[in-house]
């Protein structure tokens, strides 16, 4: 079943036709011609839209730990069918090659086109002898950073793992860190101890904990945090010596953890002396909106590899 747009804390929901978010479409009318279903597949959701270029029609989420090839079908078929005329295709980004296949089977039964998006239809210049190897679901995210907020960037998606990767003035993508990510790094601490429990992950209010589940609370959230600015931090310091026109590096914060209610003050607001805020920017859409500006780069360039 797909469900609301990707809250970790949330109850699953079934997806509501125009769903209400901020920056997102309302009501129901016909679609544009340039409508597309999006798809990011990760390793624990597939998130999707109905997008037209960067903006979110309605939007759901399917937790692909349980789910099977017909839940996709089936939500997919609820974001179709939340205007009059079907969508002109379905483009997507994946990590997964099963939900690839159960996804290619979705849209075979939908009649409609898909692409599934390699780095070779991504419109973005790279530094990497082997651009092929990076996560489509990365360069998807970098070029749309820089097409909504520009370049240089830093791009933080908190996901399964977290990434945290590095734009230039003039648009190279050039690499960048992955780590565990909050809910990987909880689920191997209690694996793997005897007697650590399992947390809510949550922003705790005090560094020090003062009982096993808040001090494991605070290693695990406030670590991660640590460990994401100081990245962050460095990133700036090579992307603000290497450029020459003086713009400022702007950083956006995406991925499934960036929509958890604490996610505003975690990245955005100063946590003391000496520790900065760490994005301008929380876009928990990101990948969606990049993916629409795709399908609409790649329709107008079909001889591109683009949506036929």
């Known amino acids: ?9 949330a109850t699953p929901a079934q997806v509501a036709p125009g769903g209400g978010s901020a920056g997102r479409g309302r009501g129901r009318g016909p679609y544009h011609r340039h409508v597309f279903l999006a798809i990011d597949i990760g390793n624990s959701a597939a998130k999707a839209a109905a997008v037209e270029g960067s903006t979110i029609h309605s939007a759901g989420r399917l937790d692909t730990s349980a789910a099977t090839g017909d839940d996709l079908l ?12 079907p969508p002109a295709g379905i483009i997507a980004a994946s990590v997964v090659d099963r939900w690839t296949e159960r996804l290619e089977r979705a849209a075979a039964a939908m009649d409609l086109p898909l692409t599934v998006v390699a780095a070779s239809h991504i419109p973005i210049s790279t530094t990497l002898v082997r651009p092929d190897q990076v996560g489509p679901d990365r360069l998807v995210a970098a070029w749309a950073a820089t097409q909504l907020l520009g370049s240089p960037a830093i791009i933080i998606d908190l996901g399964t793992a977290t990434t945290v990767d590095a734009v230039d003035e003039d648009g190279f993508f050039l690499g960048g860190a992955i780590l565990p ?36 609370t605070s290693g695990i959230v406030l670590g991660h945090i640590g460990a994401v600015r100081e990245l962050a931090l460095r990133m700036h310091e090579r992307l603000d010596r290497g ?11 995406t991925g499934g953890y960036s929509a958890a209610s604490w996610a505003e003050a975690a990245w955005r607001e100063p946590a003391g002396p000496g520790l900065p805020a760490i994005a301008d920017e ?25 949506v036929r």
């Open 1 to 9: 079943m797909v469900t609301q747009a990707p809250r970790p804390e």
């Open 74 to 85: 089936d939500g997919l078929r609820v974001l179709a069918g939340a205007r009059d005329e």
């Open 181 to 216: 990510g909050l809910e990987l790094a909880a689920e191997s601490l209690a694996e793997g101890t005897a007697r650590l429990p399992r947390i809510e992950l949550r922003l705790p209010l005090e560094a020090i904990g003062t009982d096993t589940a808040s001090a494991i």
């Open 243 to 253: 450029g020459a026109s003086g713009r400022a590096t702007r950083v956006v914060v």
């Open 282 to 306: 929380r876009d928990p859409d990101l990948v969606l909106r990049g993916l629409g500006l795709l399908a609409e780069r790649l329709r107008e360039r079909p001889a591109a590899g683009g």
